[in-house]
């Protein structure tokens, strides 16, 4: 895998995101934090975080590192680095394998290069702009279906993502509901799935995504970076657009 300009921001995130799963694999117990109504955090979301941090100060001292534990808002500078510890911590924390560590690196406001990386599924997603996307080291091949053989995840509201979800059951061939968008983005940049929503605009889960979706070849929409479609052919992604932006309109 070469990644030109972007190697060395490559490299340190998939040290960073490898390091996560180490720390995973270490901890004993597993501690619930109650972040708001039916949220959480766990101890070792904020334990990765905080050695990410301690890795960035060594080998990217001068560029910011944003998380979801640590963020207040959604406003990022322009060039910095983006993480999700533990994306679908709800998943992790029922010892469910559908979680994965995520990050993106921004240059000039734009998602460049990015790492995601699922250890129990055991798939590593490596992307830069101009550069590709690899999986466990191979660029793949995505390969377009007719809607009735589609298969397609769902993420977002609660309300929102089941009605959305209930819509395309009878129109597509599945829809799963996965709670991780590292692992979402994963697996459609990948050629596991055709299509990828999720209904919500937290950079630390979007934006490591998209960045891997867009240089895999997939078709995106992101309606000014507060979603994102992703689709492997353009006919799909205007149905998924479609059904998506008609249900957002319904939404109270």
Known sequence: ???????KYVNFMQKAVTMGAKIVKQTKTLRLI????????????????RSILKLAKKLMPKIPIISEESCANN??????????????????????????IQMAYLEDGE???SVLYCPEIKVKVMSAKGY???TNGKQMLL???????????VDGPQNLRWRVAEFLDRRV??????????????????????????????PWDLLPGLCASRNSGLYVFDNDGKMAIVANSPR?????????????????
């Open 173 to 202: 061939q599945g829809v799963r509901l996965v709670g991780s968008t590292c692992v979402g983005f994963a697996m459609v940049s990948s050629g596991m799935l055709d299509g990828y929503i999720y209904m919500c605009n937290h």
């Open 236 to 252: 799909l992604l205007e149905f998924l657009k479609t059904v998506v932006l008609e249900h957002m309109k319904k939404q109270p």
């Open 34 to 49: 109650d972040k708001g109504e039916f949220d959480i955090v766990t101890n070792v979301d904020l334990e990765i975080e």
């Open 75 to 100: 406003c990022l500078p322009k060039t910095c680095f983006v993480i999700d510890p533990v994306d679908g911590t709800k998943n992790f924390s029922h010892g469910l394998p559908l979680w994965g």
């Open 143 to 153: 390969e377009p279906k007719n809607l009735d053989h589609s298969l397609i995840f």
């Open 132 to 134: 590709g996307t690899y």
């Open 1 to 7: 895998m070469k990644f030109g300009k972007y190697s």
């Open 111 to 113: 998602a460049v290069a």
